[in-house]
Nanobody, 124 residues
Framework: QVQLVESGGGTVQTGGSLRLSCAAS????????IGWFRQVLGKERDFVAA????????YSGDSVLGRFTISRDNNKNTVYLQMDSLKPEDTAVYYC?????????????????WGQGTQVTVSS
């Protein structure tokens, strides 16, 4: 059974940093693209960043570009999301997800497997 486990969440002050990790029990981890989404209670789950199986990153847009960096370590079956210059509006539950596709990585429906999420809280 495939498992994705997020870690690294917590509470930081505005301007602080966190590094989220997504550890996957996928046998062929390198063949999967991994995405990060975030969700605020009562709102939709929004795309944050993804890294394809070809190691190509993409980001949701100006809200995170230049502040968040996604990377992967195939030897550890882990994807990281480095989050710097955090803002209160980054507060959310962050989820990682996996797909064998390299396309449409910004879309919720592309992903086959999801983790349970990790809470990130940025205090002002």
């Amino acid at each position: 059974q495939v498992q994705l486990v997020e870690s690294g969440g917590g509470t930081v002050q505005t301007g602080g940093s966190l590094r989220l990790s997504c550890a996957a029990s996928l046998r062929t981890f390198s063949a999967y693209s991994i995405g990060w989404f975030r969700q605020v209670l009562g709102k939709e789950r929004d795309f944050v960043a993804a890294i394809s199986s070809a190691d190509i990153p993409e980001y949701s847009g100006d809200s995170v570009l230049g502040r968040f960096t996604i990377s992967r370590d195939n030897n550890k079956n882990t994807v990281y999301l480095q989050m710097d210059s955090l803002k209160p509006e980054d507060t959310a539950v962050y989820y990682c997800a996996a797909t064998p596709s390299r396309l449409r990585l910004g879309q919720f429906g592309t992903y086959n497997f999801w983790g349970q999420g990790t809470q990130v809280t940025v205090s002002s």
